[in-house]
Each structure stands twice: as C-alpha cells, then as structure tokens.
C-alpha cells in the first residue's frame, strides 16, 4: 500500500478533519528507519490563516520546552511547510473530543456524568500546569481550547495540544463560514476583542463541559446564551443537570470575566469537591471501559493496522537531497544621465532645508519656558532595594498559601478515601452475602451478573483510592503548584496597583521636549519578616551582559540546553514489577560546561517504589549542550522530563 507523505511523517491514516484541516496517525521517517508513531495535524483548514500561525512557531516551540505535564501533548514539533503548516506530537491512542461528540451524537450512547467530570479535571489540569510557567513575562494560558484540539486517550487520560497558538487560530473567527463552529467554545469578550486570558479559558472549560453533559453546543452568538443553564437536562435522558453541576457551569460560564474562577487551578479545587465528595464516583478505569465500548470497532482496526505500519519500508518516502544550481547574475548595464547631476540639485536643497530650520530653532530658543525637571532615575541600590521588597512579598504569600492549600487539599483527599473505604466494605459485604447465596445453589444469572459487576466496582474502588493515597503523598508538591500562582497574582497586582508621583505632577500649560520614559520602582509597604523559605537562583536583568558561565534566565537565552547523553534510570525492582506508566518532571541546573548541577524533582506520577528517585539520579549523569547568550555558553535551567512505562 502506497501512503502520501507530509514534510519527514508519512501519514497511515486520516482520523478526523474539522475547521482545522486534518488529524492524522503518522509515522516519522528517517534514513534509518521508522522513528516512531505520530499525531500530526495538518492545519489546512479554513479556519487557518497560514502566514499569521507560522508566525506564531519559534515562540510556540520554545514554550514547549518548559510546558510538561502528563496532559500536555508530549515532544511537539511546528513544521513550516510549503504544503500547509502542521504541528506533531507523540503518538498514544486517543480520539480527538470532537469525534466523541460526533460519535456520542451518532450512537445515543451519551457520556456519563461521571465521566464527563474527570475529563474535565484533567483538561484543567493541563491548564493549570500553563500557569505555573512564565513566558514573555506571564503566565502561559491556552487561549484557543476548542474540542479539536483535545484528545481522550482510550486509557482514559485527556491530552490538551496548541499551547502558544491561540492568539494566531481566533482569526477563525473572522471566516464567516467557520466562525459558527468556534464560537460556542469562546468567551464573549474574546469573540469581541480577539483577546486570549485566563479566565477566557475557564469559559471554553464550561463550553466544553456543557457540550459533554447536554450533547450539543452552547449557541454561536454569546447574547443567545442566557438561560441555557437553568434548561440544561443531560443528553438523552430528559432529566435536568444536577444542581451542583449548574452552579459549576454557572461560575464558568458567568458573562463577566470577573464572575468566572480566577484561573484553572481554582476551577480544579472546585471540581475536586464534586468528584470525590461523595455524589460522584470517577475513575481512570470507568473512562477507558467508556472509550472501548464507544470505539471498540476502530481500536481493533487500528491495532490491525498498526501491526503493518511498524514495519513499513521507508525506502520509497525519503526524498534525495535537492542539487544546488550555482547562481548566475547577469551585469547591469549603465545608463548614461544627462543634463547636471541629480545629487547637485538634492544637495542643494538639503542645505535650504537645514537652514531653515536653524533659523527657526534660534528664534524659538528666547520663547520656550524653562524646562521642568524630570523624575530622577533610582539607583542600582533603590532597584536592589524594590527588587528585594518584591522578593520578600512574594515568598511570605507563598508561604502562607501553601500552608492553607496543604490543610485544605489533605482535608478533602482524607475525607474522600475515608469515604471509598467505607464504600468498598459494603460493597464487599453485599458480595460475601450473594456468594453464600451461589454456594447454596440458589444463584440466577441476573444475580451472578450483579455480583460481578460489584466485583468490577469494587476493583475501580481501590483503584482511585490507591490514587487519592497518592496525591496525598505528593500533597506538597501540589499545594506548592497552586500556591505559586496565588503569588504571583498577587504581587502582579500590587506592582500594577495606581499610584501617585507628586515629583511628575506638571504645570497645564508645561512644554516637554520628547523623552526616553523613565521607570520607577514601585513602592511597597513595609511587610513583616517573611517565613524562611530557600531562596530562588539568583536570575540577571535580561539587559545585562551576558559572560561565559554566568547564570541567564531560561526566557533571555539564545538557545536552551538540550540533552547529549542520557543515562537509563536505575529502576528498581519493585518499580518494573508496578505495571505502572508515567513520567517524572525534574528541574535542571546546566552549567556553561554542559553538566547537571542541581536538579530539583518538579512532578512526578507515581511517588513510590522509588521511581522519581531513579530519574532524579539518571537525570543527574546526563550531559548537556550547553546554552548559548550573545554567542558565549552560560549557565541556565531547563525542564527534563523522564518517560517510563512498566506495562510492557
């Protein structure tokens, strides 16, 4: 079978095509060989402005470096191609979420409540995990989360891709023909103003979970919205949306942007409370048992066709190297000119013109009013001094919040595994009772169909409470996530907050000469003596000049340190034998020399049987290339993330 190829991917299958272009499962090929399985998006869709997005790829790629999360799309790679752009990442089994809509809609096989609750979760996890990440000097948001641009793997995880792209894909909204289908998953204010923020994104979370729950859209025109809420019923069983989903919708779906929750994370708390307080019973498992009975017809395709695809020769796709034609130029000829030199009578002109104007200048020189005098500029010391002042808000706010998201993220996870536990003892309890039964011989098959199922309840029970068990380990971690971006809202505000410069206050009728403006630092209050906290790395002013080996910030270097040599993780036993499959997030310290000097565990999915420790040790005997500023190697950070999978 012969497939057609896109830039170095040959592409094995179409699996959707939407207002994007196409989605495809792909293979990416190299002169040694297939290299791999992936998703490849061709954006060629009508809701794609070409130049406009390519625009967006050297920043959106950098981005990618830092942004690692377990919902995330992993090792993106932008291709500019003379075809179409396009955007590939690695492959796991997964459908896009507008083919579940299609898919649900189609079979009448709605998405359960529950379900549609952790799907959620997990996209505002990915979100969440944008926020903790500064780029250009704020925090990363999506901008552009549209179902197409989500995948629901058929192991029951969610992946977000486009991160860095949404200012540059709202100009769907600008095609008269493609704009109906964007819309309902927009902002008002971001439909009005092409304005992509955080709480932009929690309206497109709302959108996408009353999409999931109802089986239809929130209408294209924002002012058609009101009271689509109080009339939500869940798809295909004409009962109402259960009253603590509706005030959920109703905080992210809310017209003013400051009615909304404040950023993913805080949607994310309160969703927790409905996920495992009790009413709901999510689990990994359930969604994957949902996402093989709605597509279990295309993944034993897909399992068929990925048999002969792994061992495709890619001979036929590679394509020769282009022969470079040496360049010719032809001489120009001269044209002779005639009549006086042009640049005679330009000079002259020129000349009349400067005169002019310095007879002018003399002349106004008597008239002007004495210049008033400007601000002056603070000294290195009163920067240092703001800079430390600023330093010691933030890390007292850190502080402090971290404490009360720790109280509050171990109250909840406690109550919830108190809850399963009681749970799964009665339903043990009914099991034992119905076994009794069968060993009396009084058992129908309706009855051992049941006690099956309870089985099969149970399992998923201890399934999420072994998770609930490990989120509690990993509870610092966590409470540290939230309370950073508390922190640095709230020193973003106080830096941004009015002020009055009595030095600046001017007279109605004072003329100013045209200047560089001058900065000043903000001034803060006097503040208490923070909680000790270990100090960040010390990070230069990106106008400093950089000399090899000094410490850059990762957002001021040319290039950022890539890995040369990796080293397997040392994995245990106990953590090959787990049947477990994730990925550990470490922060590196790379010396102008290319080694790890500090690393710093960020994330990890499992916390035991030693497997963030492994990771941690490998990642420290990792070399590096090192970074590059103003042509010299300099010392920066740099997020690794460490793959395993002990499932094979």
């Given at each position: 079978m012969q497939y057609r190829t896109f830039d170095s991917y040959v592409l094995f299958k179409k699996v959707h095509q939407d207002e994007l272009g196409h989605l495809y499962r792909a293979g990416e090929i190299t002169p040694e060989g297939l290299a791999g399985m992936r998703w490849l998006r061709v954006l060629d869709g009508e809701g794609v402005v070409p130049t406009d997005l390519v625009e967006a790829f050297p920043d959106a790629g950098k981005l990618a470096g830092f942004l690692k999360s377990a919902n995330t799309a992993t090792n993106p790679r932008f291709i500019d191609n003379d075809e179409a752009p396009g955007i590939a990442w690695d492959y796991v089994a997964a459908q896009p979420l507008n083919l579940i809509y299609e898919k649900v809609h189609t079979e009448g096989f709605p998405v359960p409540v529950d379900n549609a609750l952790l799907i959620m979760e997990k996209i505002a996890m990915a979100l969440s995990a944008g926020l903790t990440i500064e780029f250009g000097g704020k925090p990363v948001v999506h901008g552009f989360l549209l179902p197409s641009l989500i995948q629901v793997s058929n192991d029951g995880e969610a992946v977000v891709s486009g991160?860095?792209?949404?200012?540059?894909?709202?100009?769907?909204?600008?095609?008269?023909?493609?704009?109906?289908?964007?819309?309902?998953?927009?902002?008002?204010?971001?439909?009005?103003?092409?304005?992509?923020?955080?709480?932009?994104?929690?309206?497109?979370?709302?959108?996408?979970?009353?999409?999931?729950?109802?089986?239809?859209?929130?209408?294209?025109?924002?002012?058609?919205?009101?009271?689509?809420?109080?009339?939500?019923?869940?798809?295909?069983?004409?009962?109402?949306?259960?009253?603590?989903?509706?005030?959920?919708?109703?905080?992210?779906?809310?017209?003013?942007?400051?009615?909304?929750?404040?950023?993913?994370?805080?949607?994310?708390?309160?969703?927790?409370?409905?996920?495992?307080?009790?009413?709901?019973?999510?689990?990994?498992?359930?969604?994957?048992?949902?996402?093989?009975?709605?597509?279990?017809?295309?993944?034993?395709?897909?399992?068929?066709?990925?048999?002969?695809?792994?061992?495709?020769?890619?001979?036929?796709?590679?394509?020769?190297?282009?022969?470079?034609?040496?360049?010719?130029?032809?001489?120009?000829?001269?044209?002779?000119?005639?009549?006086?030199?042009?640049?005679?009578?330009?000079?002259?002109?020129?000349?009349?013109?400067?005169?002019?104007?310095?007879?002018?200048?003399?002349?106004?020189?008597?008239?002007?009013?004495?210049?008033?005098?400007?601000?002056?500029?603070?000294?290195?010391?009163?920067?240092?001094?703001?800079?430390?002042?600023?330093?010691?808000?933030?890390?007292?706010?850190?502080?402090?919040?971290?404490?009360?998201?720790?109280?509050?993220?171990?109250?909840?996870?406690?109550?919830?595994?108190?809850?399963?536990?009681?749970?799964?003892?009665?339903?043990?309890?009914?099991?034992?009772?119905?076994?009794?039964?069968?060993?009396?011989?009084?058992?129908?098959?309706?009855?051992?169909?049941?006690?099956?199922?309870?089985?099969?309840?149970?399992?998923?029970?201890?399934?999420?409470?072994?998770?609930?068990?490990?989120?509690?380990?990993?509870?610092?971690?966590?409470?540290?996530?939230?309370?950073?971006?508390?922190?640095?809202?709230?020193?973003?505000?106080?830096?941004?907050?009015?002020?009055?410069?009595?030095?600046?206050?001017?007279?109605?009728?004072?003329?100013?000469?045209?200047?560089?403006?001058?900065?000043?630092?903000?001034?803060?209050?006097?503040?208490?003596?923070?909680?000790?906290?270990?100090k960040p790395t010390q990070v230069p002013a990106p106008s400093e000049q950089a000399t090899a080996g000094r410490f850059v910030d990762p957002q001021n270097v040319d290039a950022l340190p890539t890995v040369d040599k990796r080293v397997v993780p040392p994995w245990s036993r106990s953590a090959i034998r787990s049947e477990r499959n994730g990925v550990v997030i470490v922060n590196v310290l790379v010396t102008a020399q290319g080694q790890a000097e500090q690393v710093e565990l960020i994330r990890a999915d499992h916390l035991r049987f030693g497997i963030p420790e492994a990771a941690v040790a490998a990642v420290r005997e990792y070399t590096f290339i090192p970074a590059t500023k103003a042509g010299v190697n300099v010392k920066t950070q740099v997020t690794v993330a460490v793959v395993y999978d002990f499932t094979r």
């Open positions: 991160f860095g792209l949404g200012g540059k894909l709202l100009a769907a909204l600008d095609i008269p023909s493609v704009a109906p289908s964007v819309k309902p998953y927009l902002a008002p204010e971001v439909i009005i103003t092409r304005q992509t923020g955080r709480r932009g994104d929690i309206y497109s979370l709302g959108a996408i979970l009353y999409h999931l729950l109802t089986g239809k859209p929130l209408p294209a025109e924002p002012d058609q919205r009101d009271g689509c809420i109080d009339s939500a019923e869940l798809a295909f069983e004409d009962e109402p949306v259960p009253d603590d989903i509706k005030a959920l919708l109703g905080r992210t779906l809310a017209t003013k942007p400051e009615d909304r929750f404040s950023s993913a994370a805080d949607f994310k708390k309160e969703l927790d409370k409905l996920l495992y307080g009790g009413a709901y019973s999510p689990t990994t498992f359930n969604l994957a048992l949902f996402m093989d009975r709605l597509f279990r017809a295309e993944i034993e395709t897909e399992e068929r066709e990925r048999e002969s695809e792994t061992d495709l020769d890619v001979a036929p796709y590679l394509q020769p190297e282009p022969e470079i034609e040496p360049e010719t130029t032809s001489p120009v000829a001269k044209v002779p000119s005639s009549g006086p030199p042009k640049g005679l009578w330009l000079g002259i002109g020129a000349a009349a013109v400067v005169a002019a104007v310095a007879i002018t200048a003399v002349v106004m020189m008597g008239r002007q009013p004495p210049q008033p005098e400007l601000p002056p500029t603070p000294s290195p010391e009163q920067i240092e001094e703001q800079r430390q002042a600023n330093e010691a808000t933030y890390q007292r706010i850190l502080q402090e919040e971290m404490e009360k998201q720790k109280a509050e993220m171990e109250d909840r996870l406690l109550s919830e595994i108190k809850n399963r536990q009681d749970r799964i003892e009665q339903l043990q309890q009914r099991v034992i009772s119905m076994e009794q039964q069968a060993k009396s011989g009084q058992e129908s098959s309706d009855e051992r169909r049941e006690r099956e199922a309870i089985q099969k309840q149970i399992k998923a029970e201890e399934e999420a409470q072994r998770q609930r068990e490990t989120e509690l380990e990993a509870l610092p971690q966590l409470a540290e996530e939230q309370a950073r971006i508390v922190a640095a809202d709230t020193v973003a505000q106080l830096e941004t907050a009015p002020r009055v410069d009595e030095s600046s206050t001017q007279s109605a009728d004072a003329v100013l000469t045209p200047q560089a403006a001058v900065a000043t630092p903000t001034p803060v209050p006097p503040l208490p003596t923070p909680t000790t906290v270990p």
